[in-house]
Structure formats: C-alpha cells, structure tokens
C-alpha cells in the first residue's frame, strides 16, 4: 500500500515537472531573439585627418600681397582683432583705405586700415559670404569720399614697374619721391624740389599721386596737390608733368641729358620755342626741326626733334 503511494506521488512530481518543462518551452519560442548588433566602425586617425585637410583645403585661403582690389568687400585680419569685413576705397586725403566694423573686447568697433599694410592678410569675401554677413554691394558711407575707382581695380600695380624698384618708402609702400617744379630754366628761376607723394593711380609710365609735404620755393605746387608725373626712361627720379607737356610730347623725341641722362623736359617744348626763339610763330605754322635745351635737372644739354611718335598714356 506505502509502495503504490509512493508509486503515485513519484508520477505526479514527474507530470508536474514534464508540464513546467513544456510551458517555459512554449513561452521561449513566443519571445523574438534580437540579433547581437555589429560593432560601430569608428574612423581611423588618419580618415579623421584626411576629412580635416579636405574642409581646410575647400576654404579660401588669405593672402598677404600689397596689391589689393578696390571697391570689394575683404576679409581682413589685423592680427590684434579678429578677422573681419571691410571694404575698400580711396580716401582723397588718406590715400587707399578699408573700412569695416571690427569687434575688440567683445564689443563692435569701426576700423579703418590705411592700405597698403604690410603682413596684414586678406581675401575678396564671395558675393554668398556678404549675404550671409548682410553687407550691402556698396556701403552708404561711401559716397562721403568722391569719385572712386573703377570696382574691382587692382590697387598697387606700379609696384612691379621695373624702373620704380627700391624707390618706394619701405613703411609706405605708395609714397616715393617726385621732382616737382615751377618749370625749367629758361621759364624760371625757382629752383626744382624732390618731395614725398603718394601714387593714387596711373599705369604704364605715367601716373598721379597727391604731394605730402610743402615744397619750400615752389609757387605753382602745394602740400596735398593732385599732380601728374612720368616714369622717364632714362634720370634718377620720377619727375612732375602737366597735361600741356603730355599733349604735346607725343611730337617730339628728346636725346638723353649729357649729364644725367634725363629723357624728358621739364616745359612743354611750344613754351621752350616761344622764350628761346621768339621770331618763331607757331601759331602761324612755323616749325622748329629741332632745338636744344638747359636739362631742368642739373642744367645740362638735351636734344630735342621733332619726330612724332607715341606719348605716354595717361591715368
């Protein structure tokens, strides 16, 4: 009897067991096994590299050259504050000049930059970039200042004239000096002066530029006096011209000074003929073929002939 129960109880432990068995069974094939996610692929220290030099490479990159356009919008960076807009222009006082409002100690500032600055580095802003900086094409302020060249002139191309290296201030790279006069010998008395200005345009070998300091004899040039002046082939400086001389150079060939090897003339070569050769009437047609001259700068002798041919161009 103890046996058969024992038998019994025996059975039901194992049916209970069995029955547990199927239902964890059962209950373990309903749950979804999720897959082991692969590892993340981090990039290597070289991609990250390769991506840096590839953004970097995409930016444009600033220059430090002196000639710059004008009448764009530069980024420019100083070096004491942060990079900024700026736009160019030309300052009838102050020469070329950048303007634009900068941001010092936190706090926005107006800056202006005399041009050209050397080590300052910049680049044209992109017509997106003035957009995005809500720039106008042209700054109201602008018009304050009186005519201005040409947008997008290159400002600073004498740089490279061939007959003007070494003779530019080493601080102010558009200021070199000039011979001004009131004419040549035989046109007055006043003595020539050598004296600072500074180039506010011009190509080829004829250019302008604003005196800087007052002449000390002089009657006919001033301090701040726009004057025009030629690159001659052949002197020891750039030398002042007026508007009758270019007008009239373009008839004449003028043999190198004994002396100093000055190729041009200090008077337009009508006025030369009208004191020097006064029964000369040029008015009446008169021609000379050819006339020598006192050099305006050391008082030797040039050669003058009549030989039309090409004048310098004017700025």
């Known amino acids: 009897m103890q046996t058969a129960m024992q038998v019994g109880v025996g059975l039901i432990i194992l049916c209970s067991i069995a029955g547990l068995f199927m239902a964890w069974h059962a209950w373990s094939d309903s749950q979804a096994i999720e897959p082991t996610p692969e590892p993340v692929q981090t990039p290597t220290h070289a991609a990250i590299l390769a991506q840096t030099e590839e953004k970097v490479n995409a930016m444009p990159t600033m220059e430090t050259g002196l000639k710059m356009p004008v009448g764009r919008w530069l980024l420019v960076d100083p070096s004491k504050t942060t990079p900024f807009p700026a736009f160019t222009y030309v300052d009838g006082m102050q020469g070329f000049s950048a303007q634009g409002d900068a941001v010092e100690d936190g706090k926005p500032v107006r800056m202006i930059l005399r041009l050209p600055m050397k080590g300052l580095s910049w680049r044209a802003m992109t017509p997106e970039e003035g957009k995005q900086h809500g720039l106008p094409a042209v700054p109201t302020w602008l018009a304050a200042y009186g ?6 002139t290159v400002w600073g191309t004498w740089y490279d004239h061939p007959r003007l290296q070494g003779k530019f201030h080493p601080d102010y790279p558009d200021d070199l000096q000039v011979i001004v006069h009131d004419g040549g010998p035989r046109i007055t008395q006043a003595r020539p002066e050598l004296i600072w200005v500074r180039i506010t345009g011009g190509s080829g070998d004829l250019f302008s530029g604003q005196v800087l300091n007052k ?4 009657k006919t040039v001033s301090a701040y006096q726009e004057i025009k002046f030629i690159v001659p082939g052949g002197g020891a400086h750039p ?6 001389y ?3 150079r373009a008839e004449w060939e003028i043999r190198p000074c004994s002396k100093c090897g000055l190729t041009e003339l200090f008077d337009a070569p009508s006025d030369l003929i009208r004191v020097v050769f006064p029964n000369v009437d040029l008015e009446k047609g008169d021609r000379l073929e050819s006339f020598t001259a006192f050099c305006g700068a050391c008082h030797g002798v040039q050669l003058v002939k009549w030989a039309p041919h090409s004048a310098p161009s004017q700025p």
């Open 147 to 152: 005519p201005q060249p040409a947008a997008g």
């Open 215 to 218: 002449p000390t004899q002089l």
């Open 239 to 244: 030398l002042m011209v007026t508007d009758k």
């Open 246 to 248: 270019l007008k009239e």
